[in-house]
C-alpha cells in the first residue's frame, strides 16, 4: 500500500484505530473481461450488478458479498435476436429493487433505420425472467431506469439525435412497480440537452445535461414528483461526476481527460443554489472515475480510471467533505462506487491478472455512529488550541483519549477539559467514549 502512514491515520478516525480494508469477493461473473458496468445498492447486504457486454449479464449478491449469484438477461437477449441490428442490444442501466425485483433500460437499433431506442425491462423472480415494460418514443435512447421503492421509479432517455434545438429527452414516472408508465410533460429539461451521468441518494436524484450552454444538474428530491434545475453551469466535460450526502451537501467534480486539465472539486451546502471550489488534495491523478458518499456523512470514496494503465488505478477516501483524501490502494482497478444508507460500499473492478470480475466491499458503518455521536456532543473547543480544550456534552464521558498521526496514546483523561499544553505544535486525535457506548472522533489542532 502507498502513503501508510497518512493511510492509518484516516482509517484509524474512521473505523476507531481498527484498520480498515476492501474485503475481495472473486467469484462474480465467470467470463473474463466481464467490467461491473454499475451497480445498484438495495441494502447492506443486497446489491445489484450488471455488465453490459453482449449479450448482458447481472450478478446480486443478498449476503454482503459472500456470495453472487449470475445469470443472463435470456428473455432480453432471445428478444433482440433477429429484431435488432446486427442482434446488438446493450443494458444501460440496472436498478434493484429488493431481492427478487429489478429493472434494467435497454439500448437498440433497427436496421430499417438505425435509429437508437431504449425499452425497459422487469424481473420479479430474481433474475429468471424478464418481461418489457416500456418502450420509449422516438429516436431518443435511453440513460438509466430508476426505483426509490417498490412502486415509484422513472425513466429517461438520452436524446440521442442530440444538438437539435427542438428536441427534448423523455422522462416517465410510475407508481404501480412499471406496470404502467406516465410521460412527465411538467419537467423542465432543456431542448437540445443530451442526459449524460446520474446520482441517485435516497429520495432524490440528480441527471447532468450536457447543452450548448454547458453542464448543468436537472434534480428531484422527492422521488420523481417534481424536478428542478441547479441554478448553475458548470464546465468540465460528459466525464463530470457529482455525490450527495443529503439534500443539502453536494459535490461535483469537473474534469476532462481529454484535455489533461487538472479536476476541479466544487462544494454545495444548500441543495446545489451555491458553490464553492475547494483544494481537494491526495488524489495524484488528472480525472477520476467515479466518487461516492458515505450518506449522510462527511465521508467520501472515490475511485481511479479505467483501462490497462495501473498508475491510474486505485481507491480514495476523503473523512473531511473532499478536503484531503488518503488512498486506500493503489494500482488495483476500481470503476465505480456506491454506500448504502447503514455505511457499507461496493466497488466493482477486474483483476487485471486473472482478467476476472471482482466485487470490493468496505464497512464504513462505524463513522456513521461517530457522526451520530456528534449529534450529541456539540464540538470541543477551542480547536486550535494553545493549551486546554472542553469537550461540549450532555453525555457522561468514561475516557477522552489523545493520539498521535502514528496512534499512540499520548493523553488520557475521564474529564471534560483537557490540558494539552504538555504536546508539541500539530495534527492530533481525539477518541472520546461516553457512558451509553457511543463514541465520537475529533481532529484537534495543537497550535
Given at each position: 500500500m502507498?502513503?501508510?502512514?497518512?493511510l492509518f491515520f484516516?482509517l484509524?478516525?474512521?473505523?476507531?484505530?481498527?484498520?480498515?480494508?476492501?474485503e475481495i469477493q472473486?467469484?462474480?461473473f465467470?467470463g473474463?473481461?466481464?467490467?461491473?458496468a454499475?451497480l445498484?445498492?438495495?441494502?447492506?447486504?443486497?446489491?445489484?450488478?450488471?455488465?453490459?457486454n453482449n449479450?448482458g449479464?447481472?450478478?446480486?449478491t443478498?449476503?454482503?458479498?459472500?456470495?453472487w449469484?449470475?445469470?443472463?438477461?435470456s428473455?432480453?437477449?432471445?428478444?433482440?435476436?433477429?429484431y435488432a441490428?446486427?442482434?446488438f442490444?446493450?443494458?444501460?442501466?440496472?436498478s434493484?429493487?429488493?431481492?427478487?425485483?429489478?429493472?434494467v433500460?435497454?439500448y437498440?437499433?433497427?436496421?430499417v433505420n438505425?435509429?437508437?431506442y431504449?425499452?425497459?425491462?422487469?424481473?420479479?423472480?430474481?433474475?429468471t425472467?424478464?418481461q418489457?415494460k416500456?418502450?420509449i418514443d422516438?429516436?431518443?435512447g435511453g440513460k438509466m431506469v430508476h426505483?426509490f421503492n417498490?412502486n415509484?421509479?422513472?425513466a429517461?432517455?438520452?436524446?440521442?439525435?442530440?444538438w437539435?434545438?427542438?428536441?427534448?429527452?423523455?422522462l416517465?414516472r410510475?407508481?404501480?412497480g412499471?406496470?404502467?408508465?406516465?410521460?412527465?410533460?411538467?419537467?423542465?429539461?432543456?431542448p437540445g440537452a443530451?442526459?449524460?451521468?446520474k446520482?441517485?441518494?435516497?429520495d432524490?436524484?440528480?441527471i447532468w445535461e450536457?447543452?450548448?450552454?454547458?453542464?448543468?444538474?436537472l434534480?428531484?428530491?422527492?422521488?420523481?414528483?417534481t424536478?428542478s434545475y441547479?441554478?448553475?453551469?458548470?464546465?468540465?466535460?460528459?466525464?463530470?461526476?457529482?455525490?450527495?450526502s443529503?439534500i443539502?451537501?453536494?459535490?461535483?467534480?469537473e474534469?476532462?481527460?481529454?484535455t489533461?486539465?487538472a479536476k476541479?472539486?466544487?462544494r454545495?451546502?444548500d441543495?446545489?443554489?451555491?458553490?464553492t471550489?475547494?483544494?481537494?488534495t491526495?488524489?495524484?491523478l488528472?480525472?477520476i472515475?467515479?466518487i461516492?458518499?458515505v450518506?449522510?456523512t462527511?465521508?467520501?470514496?472515490?475511485?481511479?480510471?479505467g483501462g490497462s494503465?495501473t498508475?491510474t488505478h486505485?481507491?480514495?477516501i476523503?473523512t473531511?467533505?473532499?478536503?484531503?483524501?488518503?488512498?486506500?490502494d493503489?494500482?488495483?482497478y476500481?470503476?465505480n462506487?456506491?454506500c448504502?444508507n447503514g455505511g457499507?460500499?461496493y466497488?466493482g473492478?477486474i483483476n487485471m491478472?486473472?482478467?476476472?470480475s471482482i466485487m470490493?466491499?468496505?464497512?464504513?458503518?462505524n463513522?456513521?455512529?461517530?457522526q451520530?455521536?456528534?449529534?450529541?456532543n456539540?464540538g470541543?473547543?477551542p480547536?486550535?488550541t494553545?493549551g486546554e480544550?472542553?469537550?461540549?456534552?450532555?453525555?457522561?464521558?468514561?475516557?477522552?483519549?489523545?493520539?498521535?498521526?502514528t496512534?499512540?496514546?499520548?493523553?488520557?483523561?475521564?474529564?471534560k477539559?483537557?490540558d494539552?499544553?504538555?504536546l508539541?505544535?500539530?495534527?492530533?486525535?481525539?477518541?472520546?467514549?461516553?457512558?451509553?457506548?457511543?463514541?465520537?472522533?475529533e481532529?484537534?489542532i495543537?497550535?
Open positions: 502507498k502513503n501508510n502512514f497518512t484516516l484509524f478516525a474512521v473505523n476507531f484505530f481498527s484498520c480498515q480494508t476492501w472473486n467469484q462474480v465467470p473474463n473481461y466481464d467490467d461491473v454499475d445498484s445498492i438495495v441494502s447492506d447486504n443486497n446489491v445489484w450488478i450488471y455488465t453490459n449479450p449479464k447481472f450478478a446480486k443478498i449476503n454482503g458479498n459472500a456470495s449469484v449470475h445469470g443472463q438477461f428473455d432480453i437477449t432471445s428478444y433482440y435476436t433477429n441490428s446486427n442482434n442490444y446493450t443494458i444501460i442501466h440496472l434493484g429493487i429488493d431481492a427478487l425485483n429489478a429493472s433500460m435497454v437498440y437499433s433497427l436496421p438505425n435509429y437508437a431504449a425499452d425497459v425491462w422487469k424481473t420479479n423472480d430474481g433474475g425472467t424478464w418489457k416500456l418502450t422516438g429516436n431518443l426505483f417498490a415509484t421509479g422513472f429517461i432517455s438520452t436524446n440521442a439525435t442530440g437539435q434545438p427542438e428536441r427534448r429527452y423523455k416517465y410510475t407508481n404501480d412499471g406496470q404502467n408508465w406516465t410521460l412527465a410533460t411538467d419537467v423542465p429539461n432543456t443530451l442526459v449524460i451521468n446520482y441517485t441518494q435516497g432524490a436524484a440528480y450536457s447543452t450548448v450552454s454547458g453542464y448543468r444538474i434534480k428531484t428530491t422527492d422521488q420523481g414528483l424536478w441547479i441554478p448553475h453551469y458548470f464546465g468540465g466535460s460528459q466525464w463530470n461526476l457529482t455525490a450527495w443529503d443539502n451537501k453536494g459535490i461535483v467534480v474534469q476532462n481527460p481529454s489533461g486539465v476541479k472539486f466544487l454545495t451546502t441543495g446545489g443554489l451555491n458553490w471550489e475547494i483544494t481537494s491526495g488524489i495524484p488528472s480525472w472515475g467515479d461516492a458518499y450518506p449522510g462527511n465521508v467520501l470514496l472515490a475511485t481511479g480510471q494503465i498508475s486505485g481507491s480514495w476523503s473531511d467533505n473532499g478536503n484531503t483524501f488518503t488512498t486506500l493503489s494500482n488495483i476500481h470503476k462506487v456506491r448504502s457499507i460500499c466497488s473492478g491478472t486473472t482478467t476476472k470490493y466491499k468496505l464497512d464504513l458503518s463513522f456513521l455512529k461517530t451520530e455521536s456528534k449529534t450529541e456539540e470541543v473547543y480547536n486550535p494553545k480544550i472542553y469537550i461540549k456534552s450532555k453525555k457522561e464521558i468514561i475516557t477522552a483519549s489523545i493520539y498521535d498521526l496512534g499512540r496514546l499520548l493523553i488520557q483523561s475521564k474529564e477539559n483537557i494539552t499544553s504538555p508539541a505544535s500539530g495534527i492530533y486525535f481525539l477518541k472520546i467514549k461516553f457512558q451509553d457506548g457511543t463514541y465520537s472522533s481532529k484537534i495543537r497550535d
